[in-house]
């Protein structure tokens, strides 16, 4: 079974990493949404309800599914039985570190990295710009899907 992973923090999922999860599901047998595990940094969202975010937003997707990790992404590649990670490049950029992670982690693992160009209409979206402009009362109906924009304005007015 070819396996891939797509890897991020997805605090929270948006349309960018939605595009590229549906196309790799195109191209692989099984796609596993990996949600880092980061101690050092709190975000906005729990990895539970990141999770629960992405697991409706892929419901659809009957090859895809959602676990989280800690630590290295090519021993969670290994447990998953996965041999491909899969990344959306946005710009240049992008792709220096990128290039530096993916070279690490063929020499760590043998585990490759595919990248895939980022659908031009979320080419400068990010959880962050997301989080912004949610804040600021912006609306962002056209980057996230409609129920984690609402999850954003109840979770960003209770802050
Ligand atoms: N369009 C297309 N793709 C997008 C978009 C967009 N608008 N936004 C995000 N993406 C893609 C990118 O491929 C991105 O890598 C991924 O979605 C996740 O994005 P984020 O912002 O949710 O997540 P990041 O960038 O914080 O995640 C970084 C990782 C968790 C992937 C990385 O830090 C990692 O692999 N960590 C594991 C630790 C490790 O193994 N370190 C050694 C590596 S050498």
Redesign the pocket.
């Known amino acids: 079974m070819r396996r891939a992973v797509?890897?991020?923090?997805?605090?929270p999922v948006?349309n960018?990493?939605l595009?590229?999860v549906g196309r790799a599901s195109r191209l692989f047998d099984e796609v596993i949404i990996g949600v880092?595990i980061n101690q050092s940094k709190t975000g906005l969202f729990t990895i539970e309800e990141r999770i629960e975010m992405l697991r409706e937003a892929t419901s659809s997707y009957a090859n895809v599914r959602v676990a989280s990790f800690h630590?290295?992404?090519?021993d969670f590649c290994r447990a998953q039985g996965a041999a491909v990670v899969v990344?959306?490049?946005?710009a240049v950029s992008?792709f220096d570190y990128?290039l530096?992670?993916a070279q690490?982690?063929i020499g760590?693992s043998g585990v490759e990295t595919l990248f895939?160009p980022?659908?031009p209409l979320?080419?400068?979206?990010?959880?962050s710009l997301v989080k912004d402009v949610v804040k600021w009362g912006g609306d962002a109906s056209a980057y996230v899907p409609d129920f984690v924009g609402e999850r954003l304005v109840t979770r960003l007015k209770q802050n």
């Open positions: 797509c890897p991020g923090s997805f605090d948006t960018g990493h595009d590229i880092l630590g290295l992404l090519v990344k959306g490049l946005r992008d990128e530096q992670m690490m982690n760590l895939m980022t659908n979320y080419s400068f979206l990010s959880s």
